[in-house]
């Protein structure tokens, strides 16, 4: 696993570190203890891509278009 912290990740990061722990959890050849703390690094991996992406969701959905459906820019989204 990574040393990053999750909340310093970028999706793709979270995305590929959650998929190594779903793979060992899968596998199952993994101590109870160890079980458990990868089962919540992956419970923090998985906030984390659902944050990124709802981001790039509000970010897309910020898109101003003009009378003909062209985009003419973006309109700053609140909170980001």
């Known amino acids: 696993m990574s040393e990053t912290p999750v909340n310093e990740m970028s999706f793709e990061q979270a995305m590929a570190e ?3 722990v779903v793979g060992k ?3 199952g050849d993994v101590a109870l203890e160890d079980s458990i ?3 919540e690094r992956g419970a923090a991996l998985k906030k984390r891509c ?3 992406l709802k981001e790039a969701e509000e970010k897309v959905a ?3 278009l003009n009378a003909d459906g062209q985009p ?3 309109t700053p ?3 980001l």
């Open 77 to 79: 989204v609140e909170g």
């Open 72 to 74: 003419t820019g973006t």
């Open 25 to 27: 959890l899968e596998r």
């Open 18 to 20: 959650l998929e190594q």
């Open 37 to 39: 703390k990868l089962y």
């Open 62 to 64: 910020a898109i101003t």
């Open 50 to 52: 659902e944050t990124k």
